[in-house]
Nanobody, 127 residues
Framework: QAQLAESGGGLVQAGGSLRLSCIGS????????MGWFRQATGKEREFVAA????????FYEDFVKGRFTISRDIAKNTVYLQMNNLKPEDTAVYYC????????????????????WGKGTLVTVSS
């Protein structure tokens, strides 16, 4: 069993930046692909970004390309999401996920099968 714990959320003005962290612990998480999703109030959860276990590839949803960067510290079992030029529409609870198969992040139909989830961290962007 793996556990994921997000941190770094908070209140920021539009145009500002935040860096989210997700620390993984437990069974084999260091060998898992990891990624970020978000869910705004009243909306469905949506994919944001993902990274392979060895950080050789990254994947982004179109609406964050050029603003968000996902990275990974393999030694620390930690994944980061650097968010720049934040917009009010980025306001959401951000969730970290981990899975042995990166395809489950990049294939929309497979995302429901992602194995591990954190409890989320709230990001609020004021206008």
């Amino acid at each position: 069993q793996a556990q994921l714990a997000e941190s770094g959320g908070g209140l920021v003005q539009a145009g500002g930046s935040l860096r989210l962290s997700c620390i993984g612990s437990g069974h084999a998480v260091s060998t898992y692909a990891m990624g970020w999703f978000r869910q705004a109030t009243g909306k469905e959860r949506e994919f944001v970004a993902a990274i392979t276990w060895n950080a050789d590839r990254t994947f982004y949803e179109d609406f964050v390309k050029g603003r968000f960067t996902i990275s990974r510290d393999i030694a620390k079992n930690t994944v980061y999401l650097q968010m720049n030029n934040l917009k009010p529409e980025d306001t959401a609870v951000y969730y970290c996920a981990a899975d042995p198969f990166r395809e489950r992040f990049v294939t929309p139909q497979a995302r429901g099968a992602l194995e591990y989830w954190g409890k989320g961290t709230l990001v609020t962007v004021s206008s």
